[in-house]
DNA sequence: GTTCCGCATGAATCGATAG
DNA sequence: ACTATCGATTCATGCGGAA
């Protein structure tokens, strides 16, 4: 099985005119918020933010497969004193174009950040909006299934690197085989509501989102070998996720400096030898060119 | 110190009329949901729900005074495989009514309804849409923080560089005062999203939400001898809350029986004995009937 | 090898000050 | 008057070095 990763450095509103209608099983992206990260892009007014958006969601609608999932990971700021509208006028404009608003996921952020003010409390959690094209999508909710009890909840739900080597280092003190019992036991199906906290730490790279969140909907929405695509595509933690879950994916990134930073990282084109048959497709030379 | 407590038997259309412009500080409340309880409301449709909710949020910004916070808890149903929007068309409309929409918070239900469908999950969360009438409200943030994570202990014995660089750029005496505060803290601010378990008694009331919530707000909205208004009571939790927390409150409900069921429990009117002041005035004969 | 502990930092927001 | 910048506020997390 071949897995590409293709990145296109641009504005998606021009570069998503590439890639072709009903093609793509999952889109994952968190654009940036109104007027929020001004230094990196430009900083859309609040005001002007619905109208900056269609076009790109009218395009993302034409790409998706009528079997695909549109999650869009958003929220509204604060201005003057009240939050803006314009998720919700998103919402409203978008089901106009054609999109069915299946659900609203919360994304609870362990780790809001910090700050006090006299009329609200520290904002700890994001809409991940589920938009589809039709009523019937594919959905593997089986491959999202957690382990029952409270325990599980906090832990094996979180895919921190530091809880898994921790569990894993438990092995042998008897907490280990603990965990084994766990997972041949009952498991559940989640809730919408997902507990996550942000990576906040001194790796190079700033992720706006963690790496649990694309994973999850990855697992949620696709099967190996489908087509994943970021049109906001940032640090490429949804590309990564998506490659190292042997998914195709197609990234789009405006910023120069992402897009170098993700081209370093990516392998654009990734054999997995599982039969006889793959092994042969491997030793036929490659063309392609993923990465431009 | 007289705490009454005011329960209507009636709609709240009409009733609201009853209440006196900018007398009450706080209103939680959670309205039948769109089609939902059939009986109570005649069962709205969901797009009828914004043109019934828009008379009763008006009779609201009446009634709250200006300095005080309008609660709403409230989600939006699963209409034919999709999410309504009459929730994103309410706020809308009662911006233009004049509310200013200030925050969103957050109720994860630990233990949400059981079930499975092909398309979604189990839904764990309610909105809990926080209105003002001026961006100058009441607020007692102090009322309802929470204890600290271990961060404190380990924090706090050495200050890191960048603590200290952070607060030296506050000019003055800033620096040893605010550590001296902090040394001194076991509590922490909390978030926008509340944990808290639906209440699935035996009793016989079925109460739209635990006592949990409604406190939480109390606490942070009103002080003693406020007054919190419930226009859609049901089983009175928000009341009976309210009235064990020295609140004045008021409650409208159309079926008369849970009208008879809190009438049974509410006492009308607590007298709290607090100095001789209030002594006296109890020998006085009391005039008032609140339950009509 | 574990565990402990120090430490930087993050889609934040408000109010005051400056242009 | 209205907008842009800046300082102040504050807490959970994971990494890396130390014990």
Not at 114 to 142: A, C, I, V
Not at 151 to 166: F, G, V
Request: charged residues 30%; proline residues 5%; positive net charge.
């Amino acid at each position: 099985m071949e897995v590409r990763t293709d990145i296109y450095l641009g504005d998606c509103r021009e570069e998503l005119k590439i890639v072709p209608m009903d093609s793509v099983d999952l889109i994952f992206t968190s654009p940036p918020y109104a007027d929020q990260r001004k230094k990196t892009y430009g900083g859309i007014h609040p005001d002007k933010y619905v109208e900056w958006f269609l076009p790109i969601s009218e395009q993302l609608l034409r790409v998706l497969k009528p079997t695909g999932s549109f999650v869009l990971n958003i929220k509204e700021r604060v201005v003057n004193g009240e939050r803006s509208t314009y998720v919700m006028e998103l919402i409203l404009e978008m089901k106009k174009q054609g999109w069915l608003w299946t659900e609203e996921y919360i994304w609870h952020k362990k780790n809001s950040y910090p700050g006090k003010w006299p009329n609200r409390f520290r904002d700890s959690w994001e809409r991940l909006l589920h938009f589809t094209k039709s009523k019937k999508f594919n959905m593997y909710q089986d491959k999202v299934m957690v382990p029952m009890g409270d325990w599980a909840k906090t832990r094996l739900k979180n895919l921190s690197e530091t809880d898994k080597k921790r569990d894993e280092s438990k092995v042998g003190s008897g907490f280990g085989k603990n965990i084994s019992n766990w997972m041949n036991r009952e498991v559940a199906y989640p809730t919408n509501v997902l507990h996550l906290a942000t990576e906040c730490n001194n790796k190079n790279h700033s992720a706006a989102f963690p790496e649990g969140l694309p994973e999850w909907f990855i697992k949620l929405f696709t099967k190996e070998g489908d087509t994943v695509l970021d049109p906001f595509m940032g640090s490429g933690t949804t590309n990564i996720v998506a490659n190292r879950m042997k998914r195709n994916s197609i990234g789009i990134e405006i910023v120069s400096e992402y897009y170098e930073m993700v081209k370093e990282v990516i392998q654009p084109v990734e054999l997995y030898l599982i039969d006889p048959k793959e092994k042969y497709e491997k030793t036929k030379p490659k063309r392609r060119i993923s990465i431009r």
